[in-house]
């Protein structure tokens, strides 16, 4: 590999380290000796950042939500990592199947826990809140209940 061959591969990576990758596609051009690869790739020029992000190693860095969130925020995102918990544990999933912190956080944000709000937070798909949605509510829901002492209501969550 030639020094400029280098220095464009080098280019290249420190691209995609700074950028929020969606695809790659790669395809070989055969031209005999003048063959070569052509990639394609799409990105977000200003995608919104996430919560989460990736040091250089490939390892996520750990967010601590309690100096991301507000305090009454953070209130309801330990809430939710206990529910979140006892549906892993009822699933036999590891508790980021069923949603990931950076997810809960967003909830936590949420002025009134419904579906319809969950469904808009980026990562929450359909079928993870059809699957996980009205259960996380309700346990949201009793167990704030339980912790102010007011009395649960027959219909609470849905």
Known sequence: MGADNAA???????????????TVQRELVNCGAQSCWCCCVEYLEN???????????????????????SEADFAKFRIL???????????????????????????SKLAEMTLPGMRKIN?????????????IIALFEEKRNASSGKPVSENSGT
């Open 47 to 69: 995608g919104k950042p996430t919560s989460e992000t990736f040091s250089r190693t490939g390892t996520r860095e750990k967010v601590d939500y309690r100096n991301v969130l």
């Open 8 to 22: 464009a591969t080098e280019e290249l990576n420190v691209f995609l380290r700074s950028h929020r990758i969606l």
């Open 123 to 135: 990562g929450i798909g359909e079928k993870k809140a059809e699957k996980y949605g009205a259960r």
């Open 81 to 107: 990592r206990e529910c979140r918990k006892a549906i892993a544990e009822s699933d036999a999933v590891p508790a980021y199947a069923v949603f990931l912190d950076e997810h809960l956080a967003e909830m």
